[in-house]
């Protein structure tokens, strides 16, 4: 059984930067994607990135292309989201999720495709 723990949230200013990671346990990654989510307080948790590692493809959603990115360490099974000029409509609680079996093709960031979850960890971006 996939089992995933983020780590890596906190408080920040506005303008800098923090690197989420997502380690997972119970089995191998390599044939999942992973995802990144956000919820802010009184909002819908919203995609934010996908990482297929199958075949190394990456998406985004629009608000943060060009300020985050997603990558992965086979060797320590670990997914990171480096998030760089942090603003406070970022604060949220982060979490990873995993869907075996799939690349991050349309649909990558609807929640009830995936069927592993993390705990979450929590961002805050003061202004």
């Known amino acids: 059984q996939l089992q995933l723990e983020e780590s890596g949230g906190g408080l920040v200013h506005a303008g800098g930067s923090l690197r989420l990671s997502c380690a997972a346990s119970g089995s191998t990654l390599e044939y999942y994607s992973i995802a990144w989510f956000r919820q802010a307080p009184g909002k819908e948790r919203e995609g934010v990135s996908c990482?297929?590692?199958?075949?190394?493809?990456?998406v985004y959603v629009d608000s943060v292309k060009g300020r985050f990115t997603i990558s992965n360490e086979n060797a320590a099974n670990t997914v990171y989201l480096q998030m760089n000029s942090l603003n406070p409509g970022d604060t949220a609680v982060y979490y990873c999720?995993?869907?075996?079996?799939?690349?991050?093709?349309?649909?990558?960031?609807?929640?009830?495709?995936?069927?592993?979850w993390g705990q979450g960890t929590q961002v805050t971006v003061s202004s």
């Open positions: 990482i297929s590692l199958t075949n190394g493809n990456t």
């Open positions: 999720a995993a869907r075996r079996g799939q690349s991050c093709s349309s649909g990558w960031y609807r929640v009830g495709k995936y069927d592993y």
